[in-house]
């Protein structure tokens, strides 16, 4: 079990990283491969790891090893819990249920909870968020797992936890000059687009801090780039045929944005493009 400080204030950071449990084994694999976290980590005052995220690192120890050797070496790295998103909004409940409400609204059976068990037709009537959100993580509505350890897995709960981060951050710290998910589960980036897209509606006199991403692709295309890695061994690095999201520059000057399923060697052509900037 790692030591990590939990915190309740994010104040008076100006970049900040929220990470997923599959960019953190990612980048467990790079520096097994010799590539240095501080080549994808260094730009950030503050990297945060909501707790039912940590709950998933700890399933692996070589995981768990692996963000605790960055705490060590004194990465700003901290917890923060789901029950505490409260505090970050000055404790208007309303705004962050319509803000878990958003973040999840693409998972029917949670968004049917929220909707039977949570809320009221008066705000005012709702139960408190720390308890209403501490009852729907244990009573979790959609299909999970018994894994070897005892521990049940719950399905997406760590991409509705930092999708709901994101999307507080957002809207709540217009100081921020740079909220980036480090995450290569797609669902997290459909929530998260989907969730900013259903608050502007409801949020119209605010204007969100864009968020940014940094998928597996996005941290091989950067080390690309920095000349930590080759064309001969990117294939080390990058083991399957998978979808990315990527903008391109046109030769009339438009901008292009392209999804598609992308090999290796459609990728060594992207990365090698400088008008091309991976987004997932």
């Not at 950071?13 to 990470?19: E, G, Q």
């Not at 005892?150 to 399905?155: A, P, Q, S, Y």
Request: proline share 3%.
């Amino acid at each position: 079990m790692m030591e990590i400080t939990r915190i309740t204030n994010i104040d008076n950071n100006k970049h900040i990283a929220l990470l997923d449990t599959s960019s953190i084994s990612f980048m467990q694999g790079l520096e097994g491969k010799g590539i240095p976290s501080d080549d994808i980590l260094r730009d950030y005052d503050l990297i945060l790891i909501p707790e039912w995220v940590l709950v998933e690192i700890n399933d692996a120890a070589g995981r768990a090893n692996y963000v605790q050797k960055l705490i060590e070496l004194g990465y700003p790295i901290h917890s923060i819990a789901e029950e505490d998103y409260s505090d970050l909004t000055n404790n208007e409940e309303g705004n962050l249920y319509q803000i878990v409400l958003a973040s999840t609204y693409q998972i029917g059976k949670i968004k049917s909870y929220l909707r039977r068990f949570v809320e009221k037709a008066d705000v005012l009537d709702m139960d408190a968020y720390k308890d209403w959100m501490n009852k729907l993580y244990d009573e979790w509505p959609i299909s999970s797992q018994m894994l070897p350890s005892g521990r049940i897995k719950k399905k997406n709960a760590g991409e509705v936890s930092i999708t709901i981060l994101a999307e507080v951050v957002s809207w709540y710290y217009p100081e921020t000059e740079t909220l980036t998910i480090y995450s290569q589960d797609s669902d997290t980036y459909e929530f998260q687009r989907k969730a900013e897209a259903s608050l502007r509606e409801i949020f119209i006199s605010r204007t969100p801090v864009p968020v940014s991403y940094k998928s597996n692709d996005t941290i091989l295309c950067q080390l690309f780039r920095d000349g930590k890695i080759s064309i001969e061994n990117l294939g080390d690095y990058r083991k399957d045929i998978r979808k990315i999201t990527y903008s391109k520059v046109q030769d009339d000057h438009s901008v292009i944005l392209v999804t598609e399923v992308v090999d290796n060697d459609l990728f060594l052509d992207l990365v090698q493009d400088t008008s091309v900037h991976i987004v997932f």
